[in-house]
Structures are given as structure tokens and as C-alpha cells.
């Protein structure tokens, strides 16, 4: 009886006590440390509620074009698909890029290798190599006769569509037959204890594991070998797996409640949110973005510079102009 | 005379023989047995103990005042575990409420009452079916139901929900096999002094089964607080640095639901963020984390093994 009572009352409450108060941000795990640190720091300097969850990019698009979410932080830009779903909804958006980040290649740190070009990390990946490609003469006749074993991101992550499009050419074009992990300490593990390991993840991992893994320079288009770093991230010279990072805001949010355009004053204001973003890792975009940023969401200037996917080869510049 | 003698005492001692080769033989299929199972058991308690020591060696040394009564950060070192473990309590609080009685009441209801037919059947198979349901699916029939159906949102009440549903199968389940396990005279016995059906349940069969029930309710509980698969489902979030409202209110009425609809976070979806991210001091922070969620655990299982041993002295005078 007792519990039937609960359970009504517990029915009931919802329709008023539904007053949510707290900031809704949502969206990519690679974003997450980002949006974390601000609404760490939002929440310590003003005392207002900022939650943050982790569905992915995909699935931070699905709940952010339902209205569920004021934020959805995103390692891609909004697919064409997505930006429809939102329209049906009613929902306009700011893009907002916050950060850079760069996927790095990594091999065992006993390889002699220093360099490899994009074309031979296509080789190694794409979806034709499998069940035929294990060895790494095959991806260069230089190369030893030595067994290629493969490692690289989950297909579930922003990672792994960034990778595929930007060295194979298709999203999600890929070869099925290699460890793939959500982790990208598992790919740290793998690499560092397999000298015929190769992998790729997202940059800051090869920062937190210098010495157990080596990452590879990376040769696009017949160019020179560039090392990935955050500097040659910062300059636009590794090529082309840098990538931008964004924060997908609700305009009706911004224009509804308070507390959401105070956040994304916060989010954007170059006086701290460089040093933040910096301080997850990432690539902070330069003063001039932020300032441009603030100017962007003062204007509520709504929808998507990128018109429906990734593009290979974005700079910080690129992004001031997209704002 | 002699030869027979010699004859009957030869056959006496070759009977002797094969029955002590038989003997022999089956001491030796003991020996065989009793040392493979000793060695299934080793590499079973090595595992699990090499499991648990390694969390401890990495993350007990960060558990402190500190970690527990501080809200997730991005450094490492500030990091604490406060909204995750209220999170987790308060689910397993509700999960506890819904599961416990409607999955007693649901097995008594089937063993001691429902008719024996096609129907029960069917619904006995169904439910030990459901027990071994993946739990995800009960997480995005939460999702589907719960969250978007009911328009609940992601809160704790659904949380509690969508586990207490995922637990109810082992309930039921152990609720019938204590009852099952009753010797039959003692059910008999008082039908005999002419006690009604109602009074053979309540002064009889709950107090005999109420351990085997508590074993169950408390094993289903176990598995519930490591669940992250069904949670993350329906949106569980993974930053957030407040508490829900207190249950306790200092007005009228004293009681506060409110925090059945905020949104929160638990142990498992805490490790299971801190052990992704790149720094090495998370990685500590999620085994400190793991040792709190085992911690947990076992203090659960703990009060179950003394509530029983209390209930079973108590049964027995």
C-alpha cells in the first residue's frame, strides 16, 4: 500500500515539479572535458546549475534537435540530416567553434618508423584492406617484412568519422578487421606492447603517454613530414587530421532563459575561456575567434558555416570566418 | 579339505583385492576431482582477488574525506565522487521501494496462490526468461516508456524504475524458491490445526522463506548499483555538481519528494568517464571510485548475510 501510494505520488509530481533550473549541455565525449571545465568554473563563479551528459555527437544532435538540450558540444560539424531534424523541431542553432584538436597516428616506440604518408595510412585502413593488408611492406616496399596489427577509435566515435574522412575519403569507410575501442587507453595499450602496432586517437593521449607510444609525422598530399602537435594544429600545417571542436547552441534558449545566454557569455569570453580550453588539452582558438564568437551570439546569427559535414583542411582562420 | 580351505581362503583374498582396487580406484577419482575444483577455485579467487588488489593498490591511497564530499572536476587532483555516490543511494533507494515489494508479493502470489495451469507456465518461463535479459534492453524499453512515453524525464525516479524493472525477475524468482524450499509438514501441519489460507502464509510461510527472499532482494540490489548500461541509456548525465533536494524538509511535511525528478549521477557512470580520459590521475580516481562501488557491495551483501542469520535464530526458537 505504501509503495502504491509512493509510486502515485511519484506519478504525479512531475507536472509541477518540472522546473528545471539547471543549464542542459550534452553532446560528444570529445567535448566533454571542455564543456566540463566550464561548467565547473561557470558554476563556481556565479552559483548557477550547469549539467553536462555525454550521448555522443550523433546522439547529442538527436536530444539537442528536440529541444532537450540548450548545448550540444560536437567533434563535427552538424550533418545535413541532423540540421533538418533540428528544422522540423523549430529549432535554430549557433555554431560556435571552441577549440582544435588533432588526431595523432602512433606506433610502438621500438619502430623505427618517423614518418608515414596519408596515402599509406589509407592503405593500411581502408575498407578494400581487409582480410588482405597485414603486413607493412604492403603499405611500402621500404618497409619490413614484419605483421601490421591495427588499432584506432570505436565506429561510435567522432574520432573514427574524422579519421575515415579525412585519410580514407568517405566517413565510416573503413576496413572492419581492427581493434576498434571507445577507450583510447586501450589503443595506448595495445600500441605500447606490440612492436607491430599501429593506431590513431585523439592528440592529447599521445601528450599524457610520451614514451610508452611514438606518433608518426604525417605526409599529406606528397607534402613534408609534419609533426603532430598542438603548435602545427595552431598554424594549420598537420594536415588533415586536425580537426575543429564546437558547441551547437539553442537560440530559443538563449533568447527564453537567462541563464543559458549568461552560460554562453561565460563559454565565450576570451578573458578566461582561452586559458580553460587550453588547460583541457585542446587547442585554444586565438583571442580574434572568441572575440568574433561574442559578436556571433550577440547577433544570434543562426545556422551552420559547414553545410552538412567535415571538411579536410579547416584552420583557426577558417573558423573566425565561419563566426 | 585343506585344498578347499586353500581354495576358498585364495578366492577371499582375490575378492578382497578387487574391492580394495575398487576402492582404490575411487579414492583416486576423488583425489582427481577434489584437486581440479581446488584449482578452478584458485584461478577463479586469484582473478577476482588480483582484480580487487589491483584497484585497491591504485585507488585507495586517493580515497579521503575529500574525494567523497567533493563534485567532479576537471583536474584531477580536485576531482571528488559526492554527486555520484547520493546518486546511486538515492536510485538504489527507489529501485529497493518498487522492486522489493512488488516482486515478493508477485512470487508469493504465483507459488502459494495462482492456479497450476498452461498460464502459469507460461508466465513462470517468462520471468526466468526476463532475469537473463541483457540490460540494456530494459534501459531503452525505459527510454521508449519512461522517459519519452510517460514523459518522466531523466531523473532519478526513472532510474530507480528502469532498475527496479531489470531486478524484478530475480525477486520473483528467489521469492519462489524460498517459499518452494519449506518443508511441506510445516505448510500441513497448520492447515491441520485449521488455519486458513491467509494465516498459513502470514505466520508460516513469509517468516520460514523471509531469508531466502532477503537473499534475493539483497543479490538483485548487488547487481543493480553496478549497472551503467540501462542508465546511460536514459540519459543519465555525467557532469554534476550539486545535489538533488534533501528528502528531509524542515516544514510541513517533513518529507520532501522533490529529488525523485532531478537529474543525477552514479558510481559506475563516473569510473566509466574517469577511466577514458587521457590523465593518469583519473585513472586513479576511477580505480578510488571502483573501490567504493565494491565497498558498497559488500557492505550490502554484508547486511543481508546478518539480517539473515539474525532472522534464521529467531525462526528456529
Known sequence: MRTLTLTAIALVLPAFAFAQDAVQVDGSSTVFPVSEAFAEEYQIATGNRVVVGVSGTGGGFKKFCRGETSFSGASRPIKTEEAELCAENGIEFLEMPVAMDALAVIVNPDNPLTCMSVEELKTAYETEAQGKIDNWNQLNPEYPDQTLTLFGAGTDSGTYDYFTFAVIGEEGASRGDFTATEDDNITIQGVSTDPDAIG???LAYVEENRGRVKPLEISYDGGECVEPST????SGTYQPLTRPLFMYVNKAHLDEMPNVEDFAKFFFDPAHAIDLVASTGYLAL??????????????RKTGSFFDGGSKVGVTPADLLAAN | MTMATEGSLGAAVQTDQTAFDAVRRAKQKDIVFATGGLIVMAIAMTLLLTLIGDLVIRGAARIDYGFLTSYPSRLPERAGILSAWV????VMLVTAFLAIPIGIGAGLYLE??????WLS??????VSNLAGVPSIIYGLLALGLFVYGFSLGKTILVAGM??????LPIVIVSTREAVRAIPRIIKEGAYGLGADQWQVMWSYIIPAARPGILTGAIVGLSRAIGETAPIITIGALTFIAFLPPAPVTPDFPLISFAWLNDGFTVLPIQMFNWVSRPQEGFHIA???????????TFTLNGIAIWIRYRLRKGYRN
Open chain 2, 112 to 117: 502459494e496462490y495462482a492456479r497450476k495451469g
Open chain 1, 286 to 299: 586565438p583571442e580574434a575567434a572568441f572575440v568574433a564568437a561574442e559578436e556571433k551570439l550577440a547577433a
Open chain 1, 200 to 202: 590513431f586517437l585523439g
Open chain 2, 286 to 296: 576511477a580505480a578510488a571510485t571502483g573501490v567504493v562501488l565494491i565497498a558498497l
Open chain 1, 231 to 234: 603548435e602545427n594544429a595552431a
Open chain 2, 121 to 126: 507456465n507460461f508466465i513462470e518461463i517468462n
Open chain 2, 162 to 167: 528502469t532498475l527496479a524493472l531489470l531486478i
Open chain 2, 87 to 90: 546518486g546511486s543511494l538515492l
